[in-house]
Nanobody, 120 residues
Framework: QVRLVESGGGLVQAGGSLRLSCAAS????????EGWYRQAPGKQRELVAG???????NYADSVKGRFTISRDNAKKAVYLLMNSLKPEDTAVYYC??????????????WGQGTQVTVSS
C-alpha cells in the first residue's frame, strides 16, 4: 500500500523558515508530478508548488520567490523549503503525488497533512 507521510510543520514567527518533507513508501514502481498543497480554515485546498509530469516546477503567485520545491528520486521524497513566511501562509500542508504501483496506471495519493502556523 502506498503511503505519503509529511513532516516538518510547526509554529514559526513571521519572516522565519520551515522545510517540509514528504516521504513515499510502499510498492512504488514510478512516482511523478509531486506537489504541495495547502488548506487554510474556511478556504479551498490550493496548489502551492509542484512538479509537472515533464519535470518543470510551478508555484502559486503568492509564494513565488519565497518557497522552493525539490525532490530526491532515490529517496522517493519531495521537499518544500519555505522562507520569509507570512501569517497568511498558515494552513495544513498536504503532499500529493501520482504513483504507479508495479507498472499499473498512475493514481493520485495524498498525505495526511502537516500544520504550519506563522505568528505575526
Amino acid at each position: 500500500q502506498v503511503r505519503l507521510v509529511e513532516s516538518g510543520g510547526g509554529l514559526v514567527q513571521a519572516g522565519g523558515s520551515l522545510r517540509l518533507s514528504c516521504a513515499a513508501s510502499g510498492s512504488i514502481f514510478r512516482i511523478n508530478a509531486e506537489g504541495w498543497y495547502r488548506q487554510a480554515p474556511g478556504k479551498q485546498r490550493e496548489l502551492v508548488a509542484g512538479f509537472t509530469t515533464g519535470g518543470a516546477t510551478n508555484y502559486a503567485d503568492s509564494v513565488k520567490g519565497r518557497f522552493t520545491i525539490s525532490r530526491d528520486n532515490a529517496k522517493k521524497a519531495v521537499y518544500l523549503l519555505m522562507n520569509s513566511l507570512k501569517p497568511e501562509d498558515t494552513a495544513v500542508y498536504y503532499c500529493n503525488a501520482l504513483v504507479s504501483e508495479a507498472g499499473l496506471s498512475f493514481r493520485s495519493y495524498w498525505g495526511q497533512g502537516t500544520q504550519v502556523t506563522v505568528s505575526s
